[in-house]
């Protein structure tokens, strides 16, 4: 065991004879939030898979909280909220989505599973967060693309769980939202809790980001943010960069294709 949080060594992850991940290495040793960007298709969401165990690379090994994704997968996912980044989810019987995020606590409980008065607190007061508060009741399949990925934030949250992965959730999020969830992940990292953020915009989150993952299928950069976010090192990935200088911040534009 590498003692790290997260440790990626040599991992490469094939899909349909094509390989979308090559060679990745990274370590991310403390409790802390690691910022995932890429273009559009740089395998971003492929490596929370690998992260979660939904896919085995074919070369090198990942480690996750101590266990291997591919072999401790269930012991893992209890440990792990994990917000995917596909726009509309159904579900065949029809939850409301009170249940939906209660549902996302039961899952990670050992047997006997049962819901506490603290665990739907908890639920209530993620989905508050969240603006949602008064949807507790509505039925999840009724709801818009973007109150479908609040619901699924919250439940996520909701878990209290010591790793999260979010893949590109604060584009789909209203202002109120998105201030809401960066004070969220302050206290998680207060409390010694690991997030990983995919995201192709740098802001808000670049603030809060304690690593930065810049990928490409390769790893392009990694490392703490001021050092890898230099036009030298992220010009071979987006060829459109452009950097503004702004009160006295300098902001980078990625401009890929899709953003
Ligand atoms: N199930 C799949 N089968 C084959 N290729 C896939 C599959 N899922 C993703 N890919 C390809 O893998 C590459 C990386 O995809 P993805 O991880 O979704 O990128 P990102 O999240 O950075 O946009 C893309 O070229 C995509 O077309
Ligand atoms: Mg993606």
């Given at each position: 065991m590498s003692g790290s949080i997260i440790s990626v060594r040599n991992a490469s992850v094939r899909l349909n004879d094509h390989t979308v991940l090559e060679d990745i290495s990274f370590d991310l040793e403390r409790p802390s939030i690691l910022m995932v960007v890429g273009p559009?298709?740089?395998?971003?969401?492929?490596?929370?898979?690998?992260?979660?165990?939904?896919?085995?690379?074919?070369?090198?090994?990942?480690?996750?909280?101590?266990?291997?994704?591919?072999?401790?997968?269930?012991?893992?996912?209890?440990?792990?909220?994990?917000?995917?980044?596909?726009?509309?989810?159904?579900?065949?019987?029809?939850?409301?989505?009170?249940?939906?995020?209660?549902?996302?606590?039961?899952?990670?409980?050992?047997?006997?599973?049962?819901i506490s008065k603290e665990d739907i607190e908890a639920a209530r007061k993620a989905l508050a967060y969240m603006g949602m508060e008064n949807l507790w009741r509505s039925f999840f399949n009724e709801l818009s693309g973007g109150q479908q990925r609040r619901t699924l934030i919250a439940r996520a949250l909701a878990s209290d769980p010591a790793l999260l992965l979010l893949d590109e959730v604060f584009a789909s999020l209203d202002f109120e939202s998105q201030g809401n969830l960066l004070s969220l992940l302050r206290i998680f990292k207060e409390n010694r809790k690991t997030v990983v953020i995919v995201e192709h915009e740098l802001d808000p989150i670049i603030d809060l980001a304690d690593k930065i993952l810049v990928l490409n299928r390769k790893v392009c950069a990694y490392g703490d943010p001021w050092d890898v976010l230099s036009e030298e090192r992220l010009k071979p990935v987006y060829p459109c960069l452009r950097s503004l200088e702004k009160e006295g911040r300098r902001i980078l534009i990625l401009g890929d294709k899709h953003a």
């Open positions: 559009n298709g740089s395998g971003k969401t492929t490596l929370l898979k690998l992260l979660l165990g939904i896919l085995k690379p074919f070369k090198g090994t990942v480690e996750v909280l101590g266990l291997n994704p591919f072999e401790d997968g269930k012991k893992l996912r209890r440990l792990v909220g994990y917000v995917p980044q596909k726009d509309k989810i159904s579900y065949e019987t029809p939850l409301k989505v009170g249940e939906v995020v209660l549902m996302g606590t039961l899952l990670k409980k050992a047997f006997p599973r049962s």
